[in-house]
């Protein structure tokens, strides 16, 4: 079992709360917007400008910074054993378009605080650190999501992202060019590091913590999502000539479909995700009967089978409810949830205890770069209470001793990792 | 009990079927589309063209031709008491964007028919007959629709209407004036008219007679409709970290509302017709519970007091399903029923025999014209089989025989009304 030591805990100790949160604050007003969010969508100039803010954090405690192909920047403070694969401590400094100053910015400053707390100590570690800022986390701009890190981890090939387009009709290659050159980091292989292990440190993005009163939770995975879209096919029609008995209508068909599966899918644990997030209908219009509805449904669980049982449970309910409709059935992506490597998950309690941070086991609904990190390395991920459940939203917020508290174990687990 | 003569079924049988056809066909020319339909919305300058045909078909013939205010035209046969209330034929000749080639048109150029068949019977009416060709009806190119014939009725101010926009932008009021001034009819106050009676011939839009296999049929009345909103308002939260119990999905709350109304509404007469037609969702992103949804149901029925009755469900069962989330309910328009004048439809059904069409009574599920003129005098509808019931849509047919037939029940309608 791996136990954090005295020094871990100097450099837990050493985290500095006011450091921290004027480093947050520095940060939020890159992309600021009016009512206290950030807008700063990835392989924006005002990204870049966030890149280029800790490439100069960087420079000035002399550390090297590099970037690759998909444009991720890393932060390096060299390790005692400079051939040593390196620790990866990271998240992303891409927002939602309307987004809070700490989602996925918090991860990485916290990673800078980290850096700086060792080396305030005068410490070095025997492997090198790396603090990561994955590229494109939110796919609010472009899809997939957690490009960066995806590519990183060779889950998804960088290449066959290149000819997308983002929501301003741009290339995602030549948008990945213009950000990388207009980033002052050295150039490196995307495949050219190979982390020893992988920490993240976020918040929760939803109320348990908050809720329990706890400023700090372990997370022990992510719950895999699999979006699925179901298309009712009816027949449109006038709303004042046709008779019930003689119409198809789409939407009927959509709304038994969502009542049924809500009914069948009750979980009385309440760890399912079930979620009709998007319905278009067609032709929308008042006075006629619906022909066509898509409907997309985003189901979350920790475990695969369950999302399996749950998938073939939309394929018996829809054609069944939306009768005398047609339906279709097909998933549009499917990511599978992740348990963190159990050596890494016991490190975050014991370093929790020590820090007094008494940090409870729990699941991430929200993905996060780590899901792709935890296919390559050994990966964990520290939770931190944030205000109202609310994320994804210009109101996000949370406490500045919590994020610190999170901080200073991530500092201890990062340097036991480090020496290890 | 209004019955045809003699004269009157020599008025009808002198409709001639080929020339009613060929009439409908150069017609159709102005705005033709690819796919047989026609795009000719009011106001247009194909619709100018449109009412000038007309016009010049009138002139040819020696009928003088006027328009009002609100751009309805009238071409005229006189009577021989010139200072009686004329008898009105009518209906509208603006179509929908992608419309057919007789909703609507088939009325006026069918009352023209009843002119030409007069005329070539070397016969005079005791009363003048007026063809109109009221504007807007079909509300696809700006609101309220019926605009004409409501302006004329009086049942709406034709002075609310000016100021409203036009899809593409235009202002109604520059629109009408525009349109007046390139139609080649003398301008006439628009309430210096008042007619005796009124009539209106009109493919059916819906499959009733194309399935009993009966060309004709006589319109009962023509149904109300209320367009009631339903707003169901939650709140987002993100897909993947908010546990069900937490949650206030106002898409949930619009499934369930659907489903309990089509439950609570089954009408084993099936004359009832609810259409949800249209669903508009926010922020309608697959990985955010649902905060609002906005729901347009459009309620029809040929007894108001059915109508107050389902509405009143509405209110009581979109609380009560919506829960936990609340809703507002507005009624966004509403027309009550019209039930004809029964002396008119005993005599369409009287001339209905006499032609041999034996038409059965029915109600119209679709609103029109004669809506409006219902309120101010005796109304009366015909109906003619369409094929497949298609309407409002560029495959919109009809026989040539059964257009003609039911002409000649309106021609032996008119006469008779026109010499009462």
């Not at 000035?60 to 990866?88: E, T």
């Not at 964990?380 to 917020?397: K, L, P, R, T």
Request: overall charge negative; aromatic content about 4%; proline content about 5%.
């Amino acid at each position: 079992m791996l136990r954090p030591d005295a020094k871990a805990a100097a450099v837990g100790n050493a985290v500095d709360q006011d450091r921290l949160w004027d480093l947050l604050m520095r940060l939020a007003e890159i992309g600021a917007l009016e009512n206290g969010g950030v807008n700063r969508q990835a392989l924006t100039e005002l990204d870049t400008e966030a890149k280029n803010f800790v490439i100069e954090w960087a420079r000035a405690r002399g550390f090297s910074a590099f970037q690759d192909d998909a444009a991720n920047l890393f932060v390096r403070m060299p390790g005692a054993a400079a051939s040593q694969d390196p620790l990866i401590v990271g998240s992303h400094l891409d927002s939602q378009p309307t987004g809070g100053k700490f989602d996925g910015a918090f991860g990485v400053l916290a990673g800078l605080e980290v850096l700086e707390s060792i080396r305030q100590q005068g410490l070095t570690p025997e492997r090198p650190i790396e603090v990561a800022a994955w590229t494109n986390e939110e796919a609010s701009r472009f899809l997939p999501g957690a490009t960066g890190s995806s590519a990183f981890a060779g889950t998804r090939e960088l290449s066959a992202v290149l000819d997308n387009r983002t929501v301003d009709g741009a290339r995602v290659g030549d948008e990945l060019a213009a950000s990388i050159a207009a980033t002052r980091a050295e150039l490196r292989p995307i495949h050219s590091v190979r982390p020893c292990a992988s920490l993240e440190i976020h918040i929760e993005q939803g109320p348990i913590l908050e809720q329990a009163g706890l400023p700090v939770g372990i997370v022990k995975g992510i719950q895999g999502v699999r979006r699925i879209q179901v298309e009712i096919l009816g027949e449109t029609a006038h709303a004042g000539t046709t008779q019930q008995a003689l119409r198809k209508d789409a939407l009927d068909g959509a709304a038994r479909i969502m009542v049924s599966l809500r009914s069948l899918t009750k979980d009385y644990d309440d760890i399912l995700r079930l979620t009709f997030g998007r319905i278009d209908s067609f032709p929308n219009s008042p006075g006629t009967v619906t022909g066509k509805v898509r409907l997309t449904i985003d189901l979350r669980h920790p475990d695969k089978a369950v999302m399996d049982k749950v998938e073939g449970l939309i394929r018996e309910v829809a054609p069944a409810q939306a009768h005398p409709c047609r339906t279709e059935v097909r998933v549009l992506s499917t990511v599978d949830p992740i348990a963190f490597d159990p050596s890494i998950i016991g490190l975050l309690e014991n370093c929790a205890n020590m820090m007094n941070a008494s940090g409870p086991l729990m699941l991430s609904g929200a993905g996060h770069d780590s899901l792709h990190l935890g296919r390559i390395c050994p990966t964990g991920m520290v939770f931190v209470a944030c205000e109202g459940g609310i994320s994804h939203h210009e109101a996000e917020n949370a406490k500045p001793f919590d994020l610190a508290l999170g901080t200073r174990v991530l500092a201890a687990a990062a340097w036991t990792l480090a020496n290890r």
